[in-house]
């Protein structure tokens, strides 16, 4: 179970409050975007298309909740 609480005048951060590890991080990401998740693209050095940065020993794809959070799905190697 995930809890959240509202909070008022809440103001989202401009860095990853919650990330989750995947071991497939391509299928990860399709799998969202067919149902609407919204990848973030920082125009970062070896960040694709679709928004999935690769980065020495990790790739990491951002996006953000209904509220503007800013969440990841990573893949290390």
């Known amino acids: 179970m995930l809890r959240v609480t509202p909070v008022p005048e809440f103001k989202p951060h401009p860095f990853t409050i919650l990330g989750w590890q995947t071991d497939d991080i391509e299928r990860t990401v399709t799998e969202l975007m067919q ?3 919204c990848f973030e693209n920082f125009k970062l050095s070896g960040q694709d ?3 999935i940065w690769n980065a020495p020993g990790a ?3 951002w996006f953000k909740d209904p509220d503007a959070n800013l969440l990841s799905v ?4």
């Not at 990573?74 to 190697?77: K, W």
């Open 59 to 61: 790739r990491v794809a």
């Open 35 to 37: 149902k609407g998740v």
């Open 49 to 51: 298309e679709r928004g």
């Open 74 to 77: 990573s893949q290390h190697e």
